[in-house]
């Protein structure tokens, strides 16, 4: 990581003044050193806001718009004690609200971290959105697309508050992803978690899921095809495939996350009549909203199967 371009960025306020001389409403990059103010109101010092170094230039944005922690290897940049710096591992981990004591491994870079924390849930919007609707224990759940660990905290943790014994904790049976580095780092965290490292879109791992034992099973199924900033597709084969083992297995919970993007595509139109037996609640939440420094909202959907009353 390489801080020296922001020489550039002190030529700038050297000319300029450290203060905007305007109100940027959304992003301004008119200048030779490539600088570029986002969401500046009235704020007096550019050294004081969140900085990237981006392909495009040297983003500021003022510090009451939160940064975005993406899967993209951009880390946030602030300015203390006369100096820039990166954010460091625990400020990065605060971000998506993981413990600062979750490990990676020790070969991994910041970068690395960061991308993988941003490729992943936020804690604490996860939470929120959970805390009226989980009154559980002892469920045993799989971990779909389960990136570093999200889906597993939040819903142990939640399991945790009951104050009942650890046999009586709800438990992951099964954690699946195909991201060789989503594995070291989930495994390292919960190594004794059966972990299925394959893609969804293989029958014999749909068949193992199937075959699983478990009551909620839940999916932070790829945003790529249905983000502002992916390739947009509106089609997946991977929830097409999350589909059939719903259908399949008919789990008695469901748990999903996703961009919220989402519901505007045919996808969305055709996984939610599959779930016609399932009683649906979804909420976008940002954690911003919530006390986080982080401007990533998200679409959230649990699923309870409905109780149907049979005349005998």
Known sequence: MNLTKLSLLEQYITENGAKPAFTVPFLVRQNKYNVELQNWKDYRNIRKGIITIRQSGIRVKSPDYFPC?????????????????YLN??????????????????NYSLTKIASLLGNSINLTALQHFLKDKFSFNNLKFVDLFSGIGAFHLAVK????????????????????????????????????????????????????????????????????????????????????????????????????????????????????????NYQLQMAVINPKDLGIKQNRPRLFIW??????????
């Open 303 to 312: 699923g309870e199967k409905k109780l149907y009353n049979h005349e005998i």
């Open 157 to 276: 943790e939640l399991g945790k508050a009951s104050g009942l014994p650890g046999a009586f904790l709800n438990k992951c049976v099964l954690a699946l992803d195909i991201n060789k580095s989503c594995v070291e780092v989930y495994q390292l965290n919960f190594p004794t978690t059966p972990f299925l490292k394959g893609d969804i879109n293989q029958k014999e791992i749909q068949q193992q899921i199937i075959e699983t034992d478990f009551d909620l099973l839940c999916a932070g199924f790829p945003c790529q095809p249905y983000s502002k900033a992916g390739q947009a597709q509106g089609t997946s084969p991977e929830l097409t495939n999350l589909s059939t083992i719903i259908k399949k297995k008919q789990p008695n919970y469901l748990l999903f996350e996703n961009v919220p993007n989402f519901l505007l595509y045919e996808s969305s139109k055709f996984l939610l009549p599959l779930l016609t």
């Open 89 to 106: 591992k625990s400020e990065l981990l605060s971000l998506q609200s993981f413990p600062t004591n979750y490990r990676f491994p020790d």
């Open 69 to 85: 922690l993406t899967h993209n290897p951009v880390i946030p940049i602030i300015y203390e004690n006369d100096n820039y710096r």
